[in-house]
T-cell receptor
């Protein structure tokens, strides 16, 4: 799976949008970009994933650049409960796969 | 709530002992994955089962074993426990049907194992 790079930490004000960048310059054409988050010692929570097109769900939006070398996760209105470690990973399109999380970005939402 | 359940939530035991962790996947999911998360190593994939059969193996020690039962629940057995086995153990499940494309893994709340 392609390596991803994320900033180690970022702060965000409550109620504002949080934009989390991820670099995946070596991603291959059949690798999806997945985002998970983990709130202190809880199980990782799936947020969103995409291949080429931008995606939106009830939790977040995912913007993938045209060359697919980077992406941005957008939390439109951050709340204190969004404080977590966010992981961006590249996942090979196949019938079976394993996830491997790096250090991620620690997002702290401040009141 | 992801729909994946794990028991027990916490487990404290001594070195040399054996423990069993249990996982029930989301309804309809055929595949179960086990992960270990320790402070210094991040999330490490251990093993995957699909519809009762082992499908993929990661960095799982020989002292560890797993199985998936006909009702699709899974158990992870850890034996001859060492201090270094103290960690969070997560189970995840996904649909992964025949010929399916990449799908999504949903994680359970985890079991915190402490070996004293």
């Amino acid at each position: 799976d392609a390596k991803t790079t994320q900033p180690p930490s970022m702060d965000c004000a409550e109620g504002r949008a949080a934009n989390l960048p991820c670099n995946h310059s070596t991603i291959s054409g059949n690798e999806y970009v997945y985002w998970y988050r983990q709130i202190h010692s809880q199980g990782p929570q799936y947020i969103i994933h995409g291949l080429k097109n931008n995606e939106t769900n009830e939790m977040a939006s995912l913007i993938i650049t045209e060359d697919r070398k980077s992406s941005t996760l957008i939390l439109p209105h951050a709340t204190l409960r969004d404080t977590a470690v966010y992981y961006c990973i590249a996942v090979l399109r196949s019938n079976d796969y394993k996830l491997s999380f790096g250090a991620g970005t620690t997002v702290t939402v401040r009141a | 709530d992801s729909g994946v359940t794990q028991t027990p939530k916490h487990l404290i035991t001594a070195t040399g002992q054996r423990v069993t962790l249990r996982c029930s996947p989301r309804s309809g999911d055929l595949s179960v994955y086990w992960y270990q998360q320790s402070l210094d190593q991040g999330l490490q994939f251990l093993i995957q089962y699909y519809n009762g059969e082992e499908r993929a193996k990661g960095n799982i020690l020989e002292r560890f074993s797993a199985q998936q039962f006909p009702d699709l629940h899974s158990e992870l057995n850890l034996s001859s426990l060492e201090l270094g086995d103290s960690a969070l153990y997560f189970c995840a499940s996904s649909v992964v049907g025949q010929g399916s494309l990449t799908d999504t893994q949903y994680f359970g709340p985890g079991t915190r194992l402490t070996v004293l």
